[in-house]
């Protein structure tokens, strides 16, 4: 009897692990999954996740999804729904890993930018929306480059996925990374794409949303000056305004999200080691 349930376990584990494809260290919750997709077509799949559209890049053998997961999912087994040229829908699973995320205590003197009152929870909802937009943006660029410059070659102040407690208060997890660097250092757009949004928001402060293509869309917050227009393509390396503490910031920092499949990821995912390492060095 034993064996029986040991074999029909063995037959179970085997099944699932042929449909899981890749299994990324970094397939986790705020992470971002790389699925190998078994499509040979010339033109490019298209595959959604969670009933979003997601990015596909050429892999050796064809093409590949990159997936931005929500801090908020259940790992485990997660699936896509593909549709390539002349073939059915197929479903391709892949594999989510745990990860746990530390909390952050922060203090903020200005009581409206923790509880706002109703004036200023119109003009939240107003951006939340703006905002939104922005990162519903989807153009077809097929030459994707994924590997991004650091926009400010800094140290990390604050990691990405903290689970955030302002004046005791719970609220979102850190949905980006913190740079700390004085204020009017300049920051560099980290690959080329095409300025979609700019403004000064109630709690991003002056922000400057940047498409790259395919979903990929990247924010930075809190800056002093924005140095960019709406619609401006820029090259990687393009100054697109300077360091500052504008909107609900304890100093002068850069907050920067990167987000794909409308999902808020760990932007070190993008970057090379000796930019991880810029980010660790001393302050
Ligand atoms: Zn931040």
């Known amino acids: 009897m034993k064996r029986v349930v040991l074999l029909l376990y063995i037959a179970s584990f085997l099944s699932i692990s042929s449909w899981v494809y890749a299994v990324q260290s970094y397939s986790v919750p705020g992470g971002v999954s790389v699925v190998p997709l078994d499509v040979t077509s010339s033109l490019p799949p298209v595959v959604h996740y969670r009933e979003r559209r997601v990015l596909v890049s050429r892999a050796d053998n064809g093409w590949q999804a990159v997936v931005g997961i929500p801090l908020n999912v259940k790992p485990g087994v997660h699936q896509l729904i593909v549709k390539s040229e002349n073939s059915k829908k197929q479903m391709v699973r892949f594999k989510v890993n745990p990860k746990e995320y530390e909390e952050e205590y922060i203090t903020i003197k200005n009581k409206n930018k923790v509880s706002p009152d109703k004036k200023s929870m119109e003009r939240i909802g107003r951006e939340k929306k703006q905002m939104g937009k922005a990162y519903r943006t989807w153009s077809d660029v097929s030459d994707m ?6 926009p400010v070659k800094a140290v990390r102040s604050s990691p990405f996925g903290l689970k955030r407690f302002f004046n005791n208060q719970p609220r979102k997890p850190h949905s980006g990374i913190d740079i700390a660097a004085p204020e009017g250092t300049p920051i560099h757009a980290p690959a080329t794409g095409k300025v979609i949004l700019t403004g000064d928001f109630f709690f991003n402060g002056n922000s ?11 924010m930075y917050c809190h800056m002093a000056r924005i140095d960019v227009q709406e619609d401006q393509v820029i ?11 504008t909107g609900r910031a304890t100093g002068p920092h850069l907050h920067w999200s990167v987000s794909l499949n409308k999902t808020r990821v760990n932007p070190e995912y993008f970057l090379s080691e000796s930019s991880i390492k810029v980010l660790n060095s001393e302050r």
Do not use: K, M, P, S
Request: negative net charge; aromatic residues 8%; without cysteine.
């Open 208 to 218: 400057v949303f940047i498409d790259h293509g395919q979903g990929l869309i990247t």
């Open 145 to 150: 480059n994924l590997n991004f410059d650091l």
């Open 235 to 245: 090259e990687r390396g393009a100054v697109l305004g300077t360091i500052g503490q």
